[in-house]
C-alpha cells in the first residue's frame, strides 16, 4: 500500500490516504471574463485514525491490529474495534496472509479460521444515487447480520457486531473548518442524516460451515448468526468451564446428550422395507390412536390445513372395521394414520397413553413410525403426484419437524414439495377447470396455501428465500367453511362464512391474508443485498401491524367448550407471533444500527415490541396449558428470545456514547423493572423450550447455549451476582442431562454405556459441593490464552464445555456475502 503523500500549499500541510481522491484547486481561476477569481479550497472529509475507544475518549492511539495498547492496558480488549476500511491500510500490523483470499493467492484454511472479507467496494453505484451514496452504500451499515468477522474463534475475541461508517463534514463546516489537523487530533465531524428516501445497500450476514467445496449455507434467519452481537459469550463459557471441573469428567455423556439419544441407535437402525402389514402391526391400541387423533384435529389440523376431518373420521372407523383382513386395508391411509399420530405424540401425556395401552409404549414409537412412513413414501415413486401423496408429504414434514429430524433438510424438502404442487397445478385457480370437482378444488386450495405457508416458515428459519411469491400463483386460499359444508358429492359451491365467524378452517383464512407480504419481506430480507429505502421498510411494518389489528376476536360458540376456547387461544397467539417474526427479520439489522442513525430509532422500538409480544403470548398459554405452550414453540421463540437478550447486553455493555439515544434505551435505563421483567418473559419461554428438548431427538445443544446467554446477560446486568448465574448455568445444564438419561434408563438405545456417570445423580453431587471454583480474573494474553485454575484441565488439552456448545458447528465461517 502506498505511503501517505504530502504536500504543502499556501503553508498549510495536507495529508491524504491512498484511497481518496486529491480534490486540489489550482492558486487561481479564470472566470468567463479572464478575470482572476480567489481560490476556494474544498475540504476533504479525513479517515479517523484511531480506535473507537481511543477516538471517543480524544487520546492517542497506536494503531495496533487487533488491539492497541491503551484498550490492552484498560482490560477492555474485546471494545477496541475500528472502522469500516481501517484495517487495509494497517500494512505493518496486520499480517498479509489475513486478506490473501482477496488479494489473488488461493489460500487453503482450516475448518476452524474465521473468514474476513473486505468492504462491499467492488459492487459499482447505481447511476442515480447521489455522489455521496458510494460510501453510504459500502459502510452506513454493518450489523448482527453483516459483520466483517467471524461470530467465534476470534482471538482475541472483539466486539464485531456493529462497525463504524466514515463521516462527512457538514456544508457549513466545510468553510469555517480549519484545513489543517494531526492525525491525533479526534474532532467528531457532523454528517449528512439520512433520509427515509435514500437507498439503502447492505448485505446479510451469512453462516457457512465446512471447507472447500463441502459446505452448508445458512442465511440471517438462524439463530446462531446473532452469536456476532455477544462478544464476551466465549470468555464467559470458559470461566464456567474453568470453575466447573465436573465437565471434563462429564464429557462423554453430555457429548451423547448433545448429538441426542435417539440419534445413533434409532435413527440408524435398519429396517426392512414396510409392508401393509408391518405398518398396521406398528399402531397401538384404539384407545391411543383416538387420543392422538383428537389432539391432531384440535392443535395441529386447525392451523395446517391437510385433511377433510370427516372423511378422514369415517376412514378410520372403516380401518378398524378391517383391520383384521389387511389385504382390504389401504397401505397409503395406513401410513397417513402413523403420521398423523406421530405428529401429535408430544402433545400427549405419556401416561395417559400408557394407561390407555394394551401393551407397553416406547419412547421412540413415534421416531419409528416416522421412519417406517418415510420409507414408504420414498419406495411409493408417483410419477403423477395426486392428493393422497401431497397429504403424506406435508405430513411427513410435520412430524419430522415435531420431532427434530431433518432439520437441515426441510428447507429443501418444502421447496421439492412446492414444485411438486406446482407441476400438478395446484398453484393455479382450479376453477377454471371443469373436469375438477367442487370438493377436490377446496382441498387444493387448501393444500397449496399449507404448502406454501410451509415453506415460507423454513425460509424464515433458515435465512433463506422462499420458493415462490405471490405473483407466481393466482390459487385463492380455501373458504371459512366448516368441513361438514362440503363432501366428496358436493355439486354445489357452499358461501363462505364472515372471517369474525368460527369455523374450521378461520385461521388458515386470516393468516391467508398477509401471506403475500410476508413472502416479500421473507425474500427482500434473504436477498444477496438487502436493497430498499427505509420508507419501504416502514411500509412494510405498517402493512404487518395492520394486519396485527385485524385479528378477529373470535369467541367459541359454546362457552362450556374448553377445548375450543383453547383452540381460538392457540389461533390467535399463533397468527400474533408469526407477523411478529416478520417484524422481527424486517426490523433487525435497523435496530442493531439505530444507536448510531437516528433515521432508524423506530426500528428499536418496533424489534423490542415485535420480540416482547412473541414470548408474553408463549408466557401466557404456557401458563394455561402444556400442550399450549409446545403448540406455540418454534424457531421463532429463539429469535425473540436472542432478541431481547441482545437488547439488554447491549445496553450494559457497550458503553460507547450514542449518536442518537433511542427511546428504548432510555427506558430500559430510567423506568425501575423494565429489566427484570423482560428476564422474567426470557427465562419462561427457556423453561418451555427445555420442555420440548427434552420430548425431541435433537435439541439439547440449542439448550445450553441459551442458557449460557441468559446467564452472561444476568451478569452484565447485577455484576454482583455473577457467581450465582454461572452456577445457574451448570445446574441448568447438568439437570437437563440426568432428567433426560432417567426418562430413558430402562430404552435399549441407551446401548451399553447405560447413563454412563448420570446414573450416580450428578445434579446432586454438584449441589452438595460448596461452591464453583474461583476463576481468576488474569492479565489479557494476547494469544487469548488464559492460565489453567486449580482443579481444572488445561484449556489446550480439553475444553469439555465449549465443546459441548460445538461453537464450530453453530457459528464458523460466518461472514457477509
Not at 485 to 497: A, F, L, M, Q
Not at 621 to 649: D, F, K, N, P
Amino acid at each position: 500500500m502506498k505511503e501517505k503523500k504530502e504536500r504543502k500549499d499556501f503553508g498549510q500541510t495536507f495529508h491524504f490516504g491512498s484511497h481518496e481522491r486529491d480534490h486540489l484547486v489550482s492558486n487561481e481561476c479564470m472566470d468567463v471574463q479572464g478575470n482572476a477569481q480567489p481560490e476556494r479550497v474544498r475540504k476533504r472529509r479525513r479517515r479517523t485514525m484511531a480506535c473507537t475507544q481511543c477516538r471517543t475518549r480524544k487520546l492517542r492511539c497506536d494503531r495496533e491490529y487487533p488491539t492497541c495498547s491503551r484498550c490492552l492496558k484498560s482490560r477492555t480488549p474485546s471494545k477496541c474495534t475500528y472502522e469500516d476500511g481501517f484495517l487495509w491500510q494497517q500494512p505493518t500490523t496486520v499480517p498479509t496472509t489475513a486478506f490473501a483470499a482477496d488479494r489473488g493467492s488461493a489460500l487453503s484454511m482450516p475448518r476452524d479460521t474465521p473468514i474476513e472479507t473486505p468492504p462491499d467496494s467492488g459492487i459499482p453505484p447505481v447511476s442515480t444515487r447521489r455522489p455521496h451514496d458510494k460510501e453510504r452504500k459500502d459502510c452506513f451499515l454493518e450489523t448482527v447480520l453483516g459483520a466483517p468477522k467471524a461470530a467465534v474463534n476470534q482471538e482475541p475475541y472483539v466486539n464485531v457486531g456493529v462497525l463504524q461508517r466514515p463521516k462527512r463534514p457538514a456544508p457549513a463546516e466545510r468553510e469555517t473548518q480549519a484545513p489543517s489537523q494531526t492525525d491525533d487530533e479526534h474532532i467528531d465531524e457532523e454528517e449528512d442524516p439520512l433520509s427515509p428516501t435514500d437507498h439503502l445497500d447492505l448485505a446479510p450476514r451469512i453462516m457457512m460451515r465446512g471447507r472447500e467445496t463441502q459446505t452448508r449455507f445458512s442465511g440471517s434467519g438462524i439463530f446462531a448468526n446473532l452469536v456476532a452481537q455477544f462478544p464476551d459469550i466465549k470468555y464467559f463459557a470458559e470461566e464456567i468451564k474453568l470453575s466447573t471441573p465436573i465437565f471434563a469428567q462429564l464429557q462423554p455423556d453430555l457429548r451423547r446428550v448433545k448429538r441426542g439419544l435417539l440419534k445413533h441407535m434409532v435413527l440408524s437402525r435398519p429396517f426392512p422395507d414396510p409392508t401393509t402389514a408391518s405398518l398396521i402391526s406398528m399402531l397401538p391400541s384404539r384407545g391411543v390412536v383416538d387420543e392422538l387423533v383428537g389432539l391432531y384435529i384440535t392443535h395441529i389440523e386447525s392451523t395446517h390445513r391437510i385433511l377433510h376431518v370427516p372423511s378422514f373420521l369415517r376412514e378410520l372407523d372403516q380401518f378398524w372395521a378391517m383391520r383384521d383382513s389387511p389385504a382390504s386395508i389401504s397401505a397409503g391411509f395406513t401410513v397417513q394414520v402413523l403420521l398423523v399420530l406421530a405428529c401429535a405424540w408430544n402433545l400427549a401425556d405419556f401416561a395417559s397413553l400408557q394407561s390407555k395401552s394394551s401393551g407397553e409404549l416406547k419412547c421412540q414409537s413415534a421416531v419409528e413410525w416416522t421412519l417406517h412412513a418415510g420409507k414408504w413414501i420414498e419406495n411409493l415413486h408417483t410419477k403423477r403426484p395426486e392428493i393422497t401423496s401431497m397429504r403424506l408429504s406435508i405430513l411427513l414434514i410435520l412430524a419430522r419437524n415435531a420431532h427434530g429430524m431433518r432439520r437441515s433438510q426441510a428447507w429443501l424438502t418444502t421447496s421439492t414439495l412446492v414444485k411438486q404442487a406446482m407441476m400438478a397445478g395446484y398453484h393455479r385457480d382450479p376453477s377454471r377447470y371443469a373436469r375438477i370437482s367442487v370438493f377436490n378444488k377446496e382441498m387444493r386450495r387448501r393444500l397449496w396455501t399449507t404448502i406454501v405457508e410451509l415453506d415460507l416458515q423454513v425460509a424464515l428459519d433458515r435465512g433463506m428465500p422462499p420458493s415462490v411469491q405471490s405473483f407466481d400463483y393466482d390459487a385463492a386460499p380455501g373458504m371459512n367453511i366448516y368441513d361438514d359444508e362440503i363432501h366428496e358429492n358436493s355439486t354445489e359451491v357452499p358461501e363462505s362464512r364472515p372471517l369474525s365467524e368460527v369455523t374450521d378452517s378461520s385461521f388458515q383464512s386470516i393468516l391467508s391474508r398477509s401471506l403475500p407480504l410476508r413472502l416479500q419481506a421473507c425474500s427482500l430480507m434473504h436477498s444477496p443485498r438487502i436493497s430498499c429505502r427505509y420508507e419501504d421498510i416502514q411500509r412494510l411494518d405498517s402493512e404487518l401491524n395492520r394486519h396485527l389489528s385485524r385479528i378477529p376476536a373470535w369467541v367459541a360458540p359454546d362457552p362450556n367448550d374448553i377445548v375450543a376456547q383453547r383452540k381460538v387461544m392457540l389461533w390467535k397467539g399463533l397468527i400474533e407471533t408469526k407477523l411478529c417474526q416478520s417484524l422481527l427479520s424486517v426490523h433487525t439489522p435497523f435496530a442493531i444500527q439505530a444507536r448510531r442513525e437516528s433515521l432508524f430509532a423506530p426500528s428499536t422500538r418496533t424489534r423490542l415490541d415485535a420480540a416482547t409480544r412473541i414470548l408474553s403470548t408463549q408466557r401466557r398459554l404456557h401458563e394455561i396449558s402444556r400442550t399450549l405452550s409446545l403448540c406455540m414453540l418454534g424457531e421463532w421463540t429463539i429469535q425473540a428470545y436472542i432478541s431481547i437478550c441482545q437488547v439488554l447486553h447491549t445496553t450494559e455493555f457497550d458503553t460507547s456514547p450514542p449518536s442518537y439515544p433511542t427511546s428504548s434505551t432510555f427506558i430500559l435505563h430510567n423506568i425501575p423493572g423494565i429489566p427484570e421483567s423482560l428476564i422474567s418473559l426470557v427465562e419462561t419461554a427457556l423453561i418451555a423450550l427445555e420442555e420440548r428438548s427434552l420430548l425431541m431427538t435433537k435439541g439439547a445443544k440449542d439448550y445450553y447455549f441459551l442458557s449460557t446467554i441468559v446467564a452472561l446477560v444476568k451478569s452484565r446486568l447485577w455484576p454482583a451476582q455473577a457467581a450465582m448465574y454461572k452456577q445457574q448455568v451448570v445446574e441448568r445444564v447438568l439437570s437437563f442431562a440426568q432428567i433426560l438419561f432417567s426418562r430413558h434408563m430402562h430404552c435399549d438405545h441407551l446401548g451399553d454405556k447405560g447413563m454412563g456417570n448420570f446414573k450416580n445423580n450428578q445434579v446432586a453431587a454438584f449441589m452438595a459441593a460448596p461452591t464453583m471454583a474461583p476463576v481468576m480474573q488474569p492479565e489479557f494474553d494476547p494469544n487469548g490464552m488464559h492460565p489453567p485454575q486449580p482443579g481444572a484441565i488445561p484449556p489446550g488439552e480439553f475444553d469439555p464445555f465449549l465443546e459441548i456448545f460445538d461453537w464450530e458447528d453453530l457459528t464458523s465461517m460466518t461472514f457477509p456475502c
